[in-house]
């Protein structure tokens, strides 16, 4: 169990470029997150996967944001033409639930920083 | 909607006296609570949570947290503070049946000597 791995761990950009972030989960957990946190705040769920499934989008998750989880393995999300309202860390989770089941742990990433300017 | 206010975004102790950081929560249902810790530039780390049972939930270095129906809160306790716990806690609930959680704002933790 090496943990959630995922990079590149700071990406600064400049505004209007594309960004994509890679997660891997630990092996065999079925769900995987995606939170954003900017500086002094808690993170904010962004979205979900079961599987290779997309089961779960955020508002904050606007049409320049998406992600995919092609495999049910990995994951990536990708920012087109990123802002600076983009700059943030970006959390990566993961966890091994039955569908339904609530109160099973979600083991966070070291987080990938995006800095736009 | 289940959410979790934390009082006091910031808190200082000495060393060696007592932690305690705050939360209330706001759940339709019976809400199931976690406490993370964030040290610097790094992701979070579960300290403890509490599902069903025991009350007094017992989590990593030394911090317990109690879960108390009545006041809706789960304040996360140390007895004695040492400086390597200097860090963001933040306290999470789960919400809905995706198991996502829904954070508070952080407490930052600053102890000093």
């Known amino acids: 169990d090496t943990g959630v791995s995922q990079n590149p761990r700071h990406k600064i950009t400049k505004r209007g470029q594309n960004v994509t972030f890679r997660c891997d989960p630990i092996?065999?957990?079925?769900?995987l997150y995606w939170y954003r946190q900017t500086l002094g705040q808690g993170p904010e769920f962004l979205t979900y996967f079961q599987n290779e499934a997309q089961l779960e989008k955020s508002r904050l998750l606007s049409d320049r944001f998406s992600a995919e989880r092609p495999k049910g393995s990995f994951s990536t999300l990708e920012i087109q033409r990123t802002e600076q309202g983009d700059s943030a860390m970006y959390l990566c989770?993961?966890?091994?639930?039955?569908?339904?089941?609530?109160?099973?742990?979600?083991?966070f990433g070291e987080g990938s920083w995006l800095t736009v300017v | 909607a289940q959410s979790v206010t934390q009082l006091g975004s910031h808190v200082s102790v000495s060393e060696g006296a007592l932690v305690l950081l705050r939360c209330n929560y706001s759940s339709s249902v019976p809400p199931y609570l976690f406490w993370y810790v964030q040290y610097p530039n790094q992701g979070l780390q579960l300290l403890l949570k509490y599902t069903t049972g025991a009350t007094l939930v017992k989590g990593i270095n030394g911090f317990e947290a109690e879960f108390k129906k009545s006041e809706t809160s789960f304040h996360l306790t140390k007895p004695s503070a040492h400086m390597s716990d200097a860090a963001e806690y933040f306290c999470?609930?789960?919400?809905?049946?995706?198991?996502?959680?829904?954070f508070g704002t952080g407490t930052r933790l600053q102890v000093t000597l």
């Open positions: 092996s065999e957990h079925n769900r």
């Open positions: 999470a609930v789960h919400t809905g049946t995706a198991s996502k959680l829904t």
């Open positions: 989770a993961s966890s091994s639930a039955s569908s339904g089941a609530r109160g099973n742990t979600i083991y």
